[in-house]
């Protein structure tokens, strides 16, 4: 079992930049694809990035691909997604998400075993 808590969200202007933090529980998390995940509200939840267990191999939405930066330091269970030049349709409540079966990256919400509450990123224009 894995616990997942997200930190770091708030309001910025547009351009502006913010990281985002997921710290996990659990000894197993080294071994987990961690993915990002972000839901505007009355839109359903879409794939943002997503890192391998190594941090060697990174995936990311076609919306956020030069802007946002997804990494990870499995000696401090977490995982990180810097977001640079944001724009107002960046706003949402982001999620970050484990895999547990399997070492390939996945992008859809179904292939994600443990979820966090999520946290509020509002970017203003």
């Known amino acids: 079992q894995v616990q997942l808590v997200e930190s770091g969200g708030g309001l910025v202007q547009a351009g502006g930049s913010l990281r985002l933090s997921c710290a996990a529980s659990g000894r197993t998390f080294r071994y987990y694809v961690m993915g990002w995940f972000r839901q505007a509200p009355g839109k359903e939840r879409e794939f943002v990035a997503a890192i391998n267990w190594s941090g060697g191999s990174t995936t990311y939405a076609d919306s956020v691909k030069g802007r946002f930066t997804i990494s990870r330091d499995n000696a401090k269970n977490t995982v990180y997604l810097q977001m640079n030049s944001l724009k107002p349709e960046d706003t949402a409540v982001y999620h970050c998400?484990?895999?547990?079966?399997?070492?390939?990256?996945?992008?859809?919400?179904?292939?994600?075993?443990?979820w966090g509450q999520g946290t509020q990123v509002t970017v203003s224009s």
């Open positions: 998400a484990a895999h547990s079966r399997g070492w390939a990256i996945p992008t859809t919400v179904d292939e994600y075993d443990y």
